[in-house]
C-alpha cells in the first residue's frame, strides 16, 4: 500500500507540494509565532528583573503591565536596613509612557542611584560614565538600535537629556537617569516605584519576608525569583492570542488537504473505478486516501519545521528579537498537521470508496 500511496502522490507532483506548503504554514504559523511570542515575553521579563536582589518591596498598584506609579516612600529603605538580614536596599522609580516609536509603544526609564544599584547588581559603565542631572545612560541594544553616540541628547518629560554613558549587561529599562533627576522630572520628591531589597549571605529569604510583612504591613513583596513566570501566565492575553493561532493552522491544514484530496478524487474516478473493479474494498480506498493524507502531513510537518527554524535565525539575527521554542507546542503542531491532514482527507476518501466502478467505466 505504501508504494501505492507514494505513487499517487509522485503522479500529480504540483498539487502534492501545495498541500504540503499548505500544512507547512498552518506548522509555521504555531511554531513561529509561539515561539516569538514566549521568547520576546521572557526575555523582557528577564531583562526587566536581571537583578541580584532578593526582594522588591513595593506598594499594592505601583507596578502594572503597562504603567507604574511613584508611591513608595524613600524613607522604606532606610527601615528595610534596620531589619535583620537585609544587607543593601535600592530605591528605584521605574517611568512608563507611550512612544510610537519604541519597538512596542512603550518607552521605559529607571530613576536610580547608580553607584549602590551598580553595586547591587553587577551593572557597569563599559562607555563614558554615570549621570548626574540632566543626563541618562543607555543600555549597549538601545545605543546600537537607535544610533546614538555618547554626547548625543534624547528627549524625555519634553526637555533634552544628555547621554554621558552605556552600561551593561541589560538590566530593567534601558534608558537609567539619578534617581532625583526623576523625581524632580515626576515632582514626586522622596518617593519611588519599589525597593530592591540585597540579603546578607545565608540570610533565609523566607524568613526576611516575614519579619518585612510583620514590620511593614500594608506593603507588597516580590521575590525576583517568582518574577520570572510563564508567558502565558504572565500576559493573560497572550494564551488567547495562541489558540487562536492553533485554531487557525488546524483550520489551514485542515482546508488545504480537503481542496487537494477532493479535487483529485474527481481527477481520479477512472483509477478508483479500475481498483474497486479488481476487488479493492471500500476499507482499502480509504485508507490508500488517508495515507496519502498522512504522508502530506508529514512532509508538511518537516517543510514547516524546517521554515520556522531557519526563520527564526534570519529574524534573529536582523532584528534581535528572541524565539522560545517549547516542546509542548512543538507537539501541538505536528498533531494539529497530521490530524488536520487526517482529518480534511475523511469526506474526499468516503467520496471515492463510495464511487460505482460500472458507471465510472460506462462512463469513460
Known amino acids: 500500500m505504501l508504494e501505492l500511496v507514494l505513487a499517487n502522490l509522485k503522479t500529480r507532483p504540483f498539487r502534492t507540494l501545495i498541500s504540503v506548503i499548505g500544512v507547512a504554514l498552518g506548522v509555521v504559523l504555531v511554531i513561529l509565532f509561539t515561539g516569538l511570542a514566549r521568547g520576546v515575553s521572557d526575555d523582557m521579563a528577564k531583562r526587566a528583573f536581571n537583578l541580584e536582589a532578593e526582594i522588591i518591596f513595593t506598594r499594592p498598584g505601583a507596578m502594572e503591565l503597562q504603567s507604574s506609579n511613584a508611591n513608595v516612600n524613600t524613607a522604606y529603605a532606610e527601615r528595610l536596613l534596620e ?14 509612557t507611550p512612544n510610537t516609536k519604541a519597538r512596542w509603544g512603550l518607552e521605559q ?43 548625543d541628547t534624547i528627549e524625555l518629560f519634553g526637555r533634552n537629556y544628555k547621554i554621558v554613558g552605556v552600561f551593561a549587561p541589560p538590566s530593567g529599562a534601558r534608558i537609567k537617569m539619578s534617581l532625583a533627576a526623576m523625581q524632580n522630572a515626576l515632582e514626586s520628591p522622596g518617593k519611588s516605584t519599589y525597593i530592591l531589597v540585597k540579603l546578607k549571605d545565608g540570610a533565609d529569604i523566607d524568613e526576611v519576608t516575614a519579619r518585612i510583612n510583620e514590620l511593614l504591613p500594608g506593603n507588597k513583596i516580590n521575590l525576583t525569583r517568582d518574577l ?46 479500475i481498483l474497486k473493479s479488481l476487488g479493492a474494498s471500500k476499507s482499502f480506498i480509504i485508507k490508500v486516501i488517508e495515507g496519502e493524507a498522512l504522508m502530506i502531513g508529514v512532509f508538511g510537518v518537516l517543510l514547516g519545521f524546517a521554515v520556522s527554524f531557519i526563520a527564526a535565525f534570519l529574524i534573529q539575527k536582523q532584528f534581535d528579537l528572541q524565539f522560545e521554542f517549547s516542546k509542548g507546542w512543538i507537539i501541538t503542531a505536528i498533531i494539529i498537521a497530521i490530524g488536520g491532514s487526517l482529518f480534511g482527507a475523511l469526506y474526499p476518501a468516503w467520496r471515492a470508496s463510495d464511487i460505482d466502478p460500472v458507471l465510472v467505466l460506462m462512463n469513460e
Open 83 to 96: 531589619i535583620e538580614g537585609v544587607k543593601l536596599t535600592v530605591p528605584v522609580i521605574r517611568y512608563i
Open 109 to 151: 526609564i529607571d530613576g536610580v542611584d547608580w553607584s549602590p544599584f551598580a553595586e547591587m547588581n553587577n551593572i557597569q559603565i563599559v562607555q563614558g560614565r554615570a549621570a548626574a542631572d540632566d543626563e541618562v545612560v543607555l543600555d549597549e541594544r538601545k545605543m546600537r538600535d537607535d544610533n546614538y553616540k555618547l554626547n
Open 228 to 273: 520570572i513566570i510563564d508567558a502565558e501566565e504572565r500576559i493573560p492575553s497572550l494564551k488567547t492570542f495562541l489558540r487562536v493561532l492553533v485554531g487557525l493552522g488546524a483550520f489551514v491544514s485542515t482546508i488545504f488537504v480537503l481542496l487537494s484530496m477532493y479535487t483529485t478524487i474527481t481527477e481520479r474516478r477512472k483509477e478508483i473505478g
